[in-house]
């Protein structure tokens, strides 16, 4: 069984910054990255970032490349995201996701997810 915990959504204002985390446990050495995707209400969930698991390739959806930043520390089997420059367009729940598959943009290549976080970005 593998659990995913998220962890640093929150509120903040255009411009700020936020991190979001995700710890990962139990069996996942056949995982082949880890990433994340994001939902509004109604809408297809989103492919945000993507890292193998050698944490040396990064994949960005085109709204978010230049301001997010995904990275891991296999150590801990933890990823993160930095998230910059942070607009209204940025509000939804994020997810974080472990791959199956190298197919980083499609999301029926993740074999879990996790919880998802909100992160509401608003003056």
């Known amino acids: 069984q593998v659990h995913l915990a998220e962890s640093g959504g929150g509120l903040v204002q255009p411009g700020d910054s936020l991190r979001l985390s995700c710890a990962a446990s139990?069996?996942?050495?056949?995982?082949?990255?880890m990433g994340w995707f994001r939902q509004t209400a109604g809408e297809e969930r989103e492919f945000v970032a993507a890292?193998?698991?050698?944490?040396?390739?990064?994949w960005y959806g085109d709204s978010v490349k230049g301001r997010f930043t995904v990275t891991r520390d296999n150590a801990k089997n933890t990823g993160y995201l930095q998230m910059n420059s942070l607009n209204a367009e940025d509000t939804a729940v994020y997810y974080c996701?472990?791959?199956?598959?190298?197919?980083?943009?499609?999301?029926?290549?993740?074999?879990?997810w996790g919880q998802g976080t909100q992160v509401t970005v608003s003056d």
């Open positions: 139990g069996r996942t050495v056949s995982f082949v990255g």
């Open positions: 996701a472990l791959y199956i598959r190298g197919i980083w943009s499609d999301r029926r290549s993740v074999g879990y």
């Open positions: 890292m193998d698991t050698t944490g040396r390739r990064a």
